[in-house]
């Protein structure tokens, strides 16, 4: 079972730990001194989605997974996508991770949606006055 301790244990048994190193331009093989920047694996976390740091070689994919959902708020177009699917009673089966790891990778455009850089809704082309009724309802939340 992966949790946070156990990808703790195992960073923490890494050479250098608590520092890794970052490639500035994203570049994992550009190993050119002004390219390398020593940080703290906090400084790596508050970044895990737009810094390349070599902490990453030592955890799995399903653990970097497990680390970008606790780390990284849910993006609104989550919430209203669910919203809209219950609405429309259509079914709705995606992960908050999709959405995280779609909006960190510079998708803007869901099912008929817009979002800005952070996830948040812009537009809604598909149903226009849904989004209007969506922030009204969260408002009475």
Request: charged share 30%; hydrophobic share 40%.
């Amino acid at each position: 079972m992966t949790t946070f301790a156990t990808i703790m244990d195992k960073l923490k048994a890494t050479e250098g730990y608590p520092t890794f190193i970052r490639h500035k331009n994203g570049d994992i093989l550009d190993n050119r001194a002004e390219n390398l920047e020593a940080v703290l694996l906090r400084d790596a976390f508050t970044h895990i989605n737009d810094w390349k740091v070599d902490w990453v070689c030592y955890v799995t994919e399903l653990e970097r997974t497990f680390l970008v959902d606790m780390l990284t708020p849910t993006p609104e177009v989550y919430d209203y996508i669910k919203w809209r699917a219950e609405k429309e009673e259509t079914g709705f089966d995606l992960s908050p991770s999709f959405f995280k790891f779609a909006v960190h990778r510079g998708i803007r455009n869901f099912f008929g949606s817009r979002t800005d850089a952070t996830g948040g809704m812009v537009e809604d082309r598909r149903n226009p006055g849904f989004l209007e009724e969506y922030r009204f309802t969260r408002m009475l939340i």
